[in-house]
């Protein structure tokens, strides 16, 4: 499995310090070691780093800690291995064009038998269910707004439809972005916080680190940040409900959904079922 | 303006010997400063390191230059912006997927009144006269081939009818690459040379660097490079004619085709119009 960490903020924030903590989980305090990736937008673009060493080894990973990138939306990934080979190819975040803009997308989770027909408009480079996934939402936003860009909530919307119908097939936790707001979702296992003023000191839980942020930022500033699991002992993380979808936008958190999803209602019925979910979280 | 750099190549390599002497045309023995960017092919995927500072100064650029990447297809443009902000939006080498691979993109020149209508297939996130041509290109892959993927020759002979059309609006030097081969193409200026057994001693005109490439290789080594203005004063440069597209696979140039292009015919006859081309060029 691998562990995903997310940021929507109202200015340009640089990630080094939860990047620091969160990279630590690659090889010292977890084992997501099979490569790592990290998108960055600066208005419409996003700077993608991937490599196929882990967050702890690899000089991208080691390069990016040290050379602070300011970025309104960032997605990163880290990740074990369990399906698909360890190649750039299958790097989260993925990236596609559409509507102008980049949209990127790591995602954390196993779908079983998830194989419907794409139109052919975006697909997989790499064999993983996840970038099949993204290709598959991209086509249904494709499908239902055409080439003619939507108001952000309009996506929420589609999403809301489309996303428990993949989150059926297994474990669908993910963050997307379009560089304007972030999109996530979990089936199992997501929090989120936001840090905003009067901004506190934090604490990394991965690393001996604190930081005080009110020495480095301005009551303008305001930051939601997403993980797998809390990144610092001393704020405030809620876990997402399973099948919750959530909006992020200047920061923090504008909208969010509880969506349905029919498996987990008949796995909770189900005993043996329940147990090749167990296996899907861990 | 800009200039281009690619390697297309038989086994992977590393392209760190011939960067060195290119970025140093941003600012030291060129001006072109306004950014850079340098995309590296793995199979399907391409890794693409950006960044608005210029090549010789940017922390990403002295990282590729002490990062080793090996690759068979490396495209690398420095940019001296003349049309659109400098942001990461308008930094070359574009990427967009298709097929199911990675297609990159990096020009040099200008293009007057490109605006043809694009299908919303492909649409840039910048503002730029290339990403614009690089969407059209792609939009017209699709429209020949639709979403089964054609063979390399058969894109080729797509090329030589799209190519010249977006020609005639002005200075369209290019590297494009899927991973497989690298397509090149040239109005004004653009030279090749390859590298292959028995390799002999390089020595680069922007810097006091020489290699003795017998001392890295195999015999099955073979690399062709493409750059605006050649690297190198003891190798053999060919200079593309004007409207030459050539392909280069496994390291070699395996197709050439003579373009036609009108503008050309009648600037020879105008010399009003010449004094324009002659204002693109340098």
Redesign the interface.
Same mark, same amino acid.
């Given at each position: 499995m691998c562990q995903l960490l997310g940021m929507n903020c109202a200015k340009p924030t640089d990630i080094t310090f939860s990047f620091r903590g969160f990279s630590q989980r690659a090889g010292i305090t977890s084992d997501h070691c099979d490569g790592f990736g990290i998108g960055f937008f600066?208005?419409?673009?996003c700077?993608?780093?991937?490599d196929s060493q882990s967050a702890v080894q690899s000089?991208?990973a080691e390069?990016i800690r040290n050379?602070p990138i300011k970025s309104k939306n960032v997605i990163s990934h880290i990740r074990k291995a369990t399906q698909g080979k360890i190649?750039?190819?299958n790097?989260h975040p993925f990236?596609?064009?559409l509507? &102008? /803009?980049?949209w990127i997308f790591a995602h954390n989770g196993h779908l079983h038998g998830f194989t419907p027909k794409l139109? &052919? /408009?975006?697909?997989?480079?790499?064999n993983t269910d996840s970038e099949y996934a993204f290709c598959y939402i991209l086509d249904r936003l494709v499908e239902r707004f055409?080439?003619a860009e939507p108001a952000i909530q309009d996506v929420f919307d589609a999403l809301e439809d489309i996303v428990p119908e993949i989150a059926e097939h297994g474990t669908f936790n993910f963050c997307m972005s379009n560089g304007q707001a972030l999109f996530s979702y979990a089936v199992t296992k997501l929090h989120w916080t936001v840090r905003e003023y009067p901004f506190r000191p934090a604490r990394l839980i991965d690393l001996d680190l604190e930081i005080d942020f009110s020495q480095h930022t301005t009551p303008e500033d305001r930051v939601a940040v997403i993980a797998t699991e809390p990144l610092t002992n001393n704020e405030m993380w809620t876990a997402f409900e399973p099948g919750e979808l959530r909006l992020f936008e200047h920061g923090r958190p504008i909208r969010t959904a509880q969506t349905f999803i029919q498996r987990l209602v008949d796995e909770a019925i189900d005993p043996s079922l329940r147990r090749i979910t167990q296996a899907d979280i861990y």
């Open positions: 600066e208005g419409k673009a700077r993608v780093f991937i000089p991208v390069f050379y190649t750039f190819e790097a990236v596609r064009e509507w &102008g /803009r980049h139109a &052919g /408009r975006f697909l997989p480079v790499g055409g080439y």
